[in-house]
């Protein structure tokens, strides 16, 4: 899927989802990168409103560590930092990936820190197509866990982009959640 991809996918759900990973980091440099697959987030709270919107179309399953299930009726209880991957059947290819965000109070909730919540537009921004992503430094700050080629290449691309604001809030989120990172000394 791309961005345009998703945005039909998702038309017509209505709670708050935001496309996070790869393509919030091409979308705001512009510099093209290959793309596995479509990652977004929604609020834990909503896994449920996502479930039903999914309807009889597609296939949510829940994704934990150390295990696997359907997100049915069956199995309704899920983690709120788990994530689900959804396709259309049993034999079909995953088409999305939907890391939950854990809200406090309806607040965006970092789930490398549950101590830091941030009202979501905080966290992100809404780019000229329309759609809402991850703003860049949010999603440097999960990629900063991260020992992958592309990672390393994001943050290449992307560190001398941000502006100082940007820049400040990665440095003291990084600050609190690990404070030996590189980029908890960013200037």
Avoid: C
Avoid at 4 to 20: K, L, S, T, V
Avoid at 32 to 54: G, K, N, Q, T, V
């Amino acid at each position: 899927m791309t961005p345009n991809d998703i945005g039909e996918f998702m038309a017509g759900f209505d709670r708050p989802w935001w496309i996070i990973g790869g393509w919030s980091i091409e979308v705001y440099t512009g510099v093209r990168r290959d793309h596995e697959d479509m990652d977004i987030s929604i609020l834990s709270s909503d896994a449920e409103a996502f479930r039903r919107f999914l309807g009889d179309r597609w296939t949510p399953w829940n994704v934990d560590e150390g295990w696997f299930r359907p997100y049915d009726d069956r199995f309704r209880e899920i983690r709120p930092d788990s994530q689900l991957w959804v396709r259309r059947d049993a034999r079909s290819r995953w088409v999305l990936d939907v890391p939950l965000t854990p809200d406090t109070d309806g607040r965006w909730t970092n789930k490398r820190n549950r101590s830091h919540t941030e009202d979501l537009d905080d966290v992100t921004w809404v780019a000229p197509d329309g759609l809402r992503y991850a703003r860049p430094e949010v999603t440097l700050m999960f990629k900063a866990a991260q020992v992958r080629e592309k990672d390393r290449r994001d943050a290449e691309v992307l560190l001398p982009l941000l502006d100082d604001r940007a820049r400040t809030w990665l440095r003291d989120t990084m600050r609190r959640i690990d404070p030996d990172h590189p980029w908890a000394a960013l200037p």
